[in-house]
Each structure stands twice: as structure tokens, then as C-alpha cells.
């Protein structure tokens, strides 16, 4: 469990797909309307209140995003809210859209795409992987997949969205860049350009 808090109020856990299995839930489970999964948040929670050295208050409302990982695990990020929980105004939990796979015949046309990528999306969760000579970027925790999906389909030469063929990818592809893939690369090939004088 990688624990971390930015601010005060701010608490964000990486959770691997082996710390998913022994709190026996997955992405696709959780719903905060289910007391199992509000059992596990308020578990993982203590772990990392505990971990930071500070006690978490649970009767303030929280705003908790659930992002997918790639590999069977979940990132959850907790915001404690100024307010107490109340009927009217209890914590809520956002899942953000699922994962995305892309796949690129060539380092050329993974390039082309970065290049052209909104800067607003350069921000996103994204692990790359290699496997001889083909990439794979892997996406999670953004807003809108429909839109995503829809300016990749330029670059690449396959997407899905299946949890199946992210995990494969995990396993049996060469690891490259983690979490901000999109961010490195575009940091890489900006530092090549200003080096060898290119516009």
C-alpha cells in the first residue's frame, strides 16, 4: 500500500491487485452504498491515517475518486470536506472512467500522438510497455474515455477497453514508464528538440 497526503486534507493509496484481493473487492464492486465497500474504505483509511501519523475524522464528509490500475489494482483519493456528514450531505465516492488500451505499431506513430495530444490530457495515469517493437500505452482516470478514445483512433492501430488485455499486457510486455507515461515522453522529446536546436 503506498500511502500519500499532498495537503491536510488530502490522502491519496495506491492499492496493488494482491492488497485488493485480501480486502476481497475489486474496482468493478465498489459502490458506496454497499456497507462492504464502506467497510473497506474505512479500513484502508485507518492503515493510512496510521501510516501518516494522524487520525483520521470519519464524521466528516468526504469526496473519495476511485481510479482503476492497470494491473488489477486501484488508486483511491480521499478529500475530507469542511462539513460533518449529514442526511442531506453524506461522502461520496467517484469512479472515474475504466482503463484504455492502446496499441502502436511503432515508436514513430506513439511519438506522432504525443505530440499532438491536448496538453490537458498529458496529465493522465498512463504506463507504457514495449514488446518487439509495438507499444502499448495503457490510460486510466480520465473524465471522458468517448473522447479519448475517439482522438487515439488517429494514431493507433487497436484500442480496448477490456480489464483482460490491460492485465496480459501487464504481464507479458516489457515495462517501460509508469503512472505519467504521457508526461515523460513529452518531457523526453521536448529535452531532445531543445538539445539538438529543433523548433
Same mark, same amino acid.
Given at each position: 500500500?503506498?500511502?500519500?497526503?499532498?495537503?491536510?486534507?488530502?490522502? =491519496?493509496?495506491?492499492?496493488?491487485?494482491?492488497? &485488493?484481493? $485480501?480486502?476481497?473487492?475489486?474496482?468493478?464492486?465498489?459502490?458506496?452504498? !454497499?456497507?462492504?465497500?464502506?467497510?473497506?474504505?474505512? +479500513?484502508?483509511?485507518?492503515? !493510512?491515517?496510521?501510516?501518516?501519523?494522524?487520525?483520521?475524522?470519519? +464524521?466528516?464528509?468526504? &469526496?473519495?475518486? !476511485? =481510479?482503476? $490500475?492497470?494491473?488489477?489494482?486501484?488508486? #483511491?483519493?480521499?478529500?475530507?470536506?469542511?462539513?460533518?456528514?449529514?442526511?442531506?450531505?453524506?461522502?461520496?465516492?467517484?469512479?472515474?472512467?475504466? #482503463?484504455?488500451?492502446?496499441?502502436?505499431?511503432?515508436?514513430?506513430?506513439? &511519438?506522432?500522438?504525443?505530440?499532438? #495530444?491536448?496538453?490537458?490530457? =498529458?496529465?493522465?495515469?498512463?504506463?507504457?510497455?514495449?514488446?518487439? /517493437?509495438?507499444?502499448? #500505452?495503457?490510460?486510466?482516470?480520465?473524465?471522458? &474515455?468517448?473522447?479519448?478514445?475517439?482522438?487515439?483512433?488517429?494514431?493507433?492501430? $487497436?484500442?480496448?477497453?477490456?480489464? /483482460?488485455?490491460? $492485465?496480459?499486457?501487464?504481464?507479458?510486455?516489457?515495462? =517501460?514508464?509508469?503512472?505519467?507515461?504521457?508526461?515523460?515522453?513529452?518531457?523526453?522529446?521536448?529535452?531532445?528538440?531543445?538539445?539538438?536546436? !529543433?523548433?
Amino acid at each position: 500500500m503506498k500511502i500519500d497526503s499532498p495537503t491536510e486534507d488530502r490522502i =491519496i493509496v495506491e492499492l496493488s491487485k494482491k492488497e &485488493m484481493k $485480501e480486502l476481497d473487492i475489486t474496482y468493478e464492486q465498489m459502490d458506496y452504498s !454497499a456497507l462492504e465497500t464502506r467497510k473497506v474504505i474505512r +479500513s484502508v483509511l485507518d492503515a !493510512a491515517g496510521k501510516a501518516l501519523g494522524r487520525d483520521v475524522d470519519f +464524521s466528516r464528509r468526504m &469526496m473519495i475518486e !476511485a =481510479i482503476p $490500475e492497470a494491473d488489477g489494482g486501484c488508486i #483511491l483519493s480521499f478529500t475530507l470536506l469542511g462539513r460533518r456528514i449529514s442526511y442531506s450531505s453524506p461522502s461520496v465516492l467517484k469512479k472515474q472512467s475504466g #482503463l484504455m488500451l492502446c496499441s502502436f505499431p511503432s515508436a514513430q506513430e506513439l &511519438m506522432d500522438c504525443m505530440k499532438a #495530444l491536448p496538453e490537458t490530457d =498529458i496529465s493522465l495515469r498512463s504506463i507504457l510497455y514495449e514488446l518487439e /517493437g509495438s507499444y502499448r #500505452l495503457i490510460l486510466s482516470g480520465a473524465e471522458d &474515455m468517448t473522447c479519448l478514445r475517439r482522438y487515439f483512433r488517429e494514431f493507433c492501430d $487497436e484500442i480496448s477497453l477490456e480489464k /483482460g488485455e490491460c $492485465e496480459f499486457t501487464c504481464e507479458h510486455w516489457n515495462f =517501460i514508464s509508469d503512472s505519467f507515461a504521457l508526461k515523460r515522453l513529452i518531457s523526453a522529446d521536448n529535452s531532445f528538440r531543445q538539445d539538438n536546436g !529543433a523548433d
